[in-house]
């Protein structure tokens, strides 16, 4: 099961650096186009929420990895959780379905990485 949990926390910190790095790097006009509720909310604020995918995407790995701090996991992997989770609350409220299925996956898994590595499977 760590073996698992360590894939799974890999592939997360990949997929929430890679939205992060997205929307802190992305011209304004290509980032509108490839996400339309981006266009309603101001360019600061997605800008911002880039901060904390990019913190929780390495709280996900190098706490636990380096072996200092690893309780750092599991609570970036809560933070992860909860962001996934307003999202699929925006997603739900503009009605775009392909974004409410990737948000409500993506809570799923972080919430049970956060729930292995608090519990039975933490350090």
Same mark, same amino acid.
């Given at each position: 099961?760590?073996?698992? !949990? ?14 992060? !790095? $997205? ?24 800008? !911002?929420?880039?901060?904390? $995918? ?32 307003l999202a699929?609350?925006?997603h739900t409220?503009?009605? $775009? ?8 996956? !993506? ?17």
């Amino acid at each position: 099961m760590n073996i698992f !949990l360590w894939i799974l926390q890999v592939l997360l910190a990949a997929m929430f650096a890679m939205s992060g !790095l $997205e929307k802190a790097a992305q011209p304004w006009g290509r980032l509108t186009r490839k996400y339309p509720w981006t266009g309603n909310v101001p360019q600061a604020a997605v800008r !911002l929420i880039a901060v904390p $995918e990019l913190l929780g995407a390495i709280g996900l790995i190098v706490p636990a990895a380096t072996g200092i701090a690893p309780i750092l996991t599991p609570i970036a992997a809560t933070g992860l959780a909860l962001l996934a989770a307003l999202a699929a609350a925006m997603h739900t409220r503009r009605k $775009e379905t392909p974004g409410i299925a990737i948000t409500v996956v !993506l809570f799923l898994l972080t919430a049970f990485v956060a729930w292995a590595r608090f519990g039975p499977y933490g350090w």
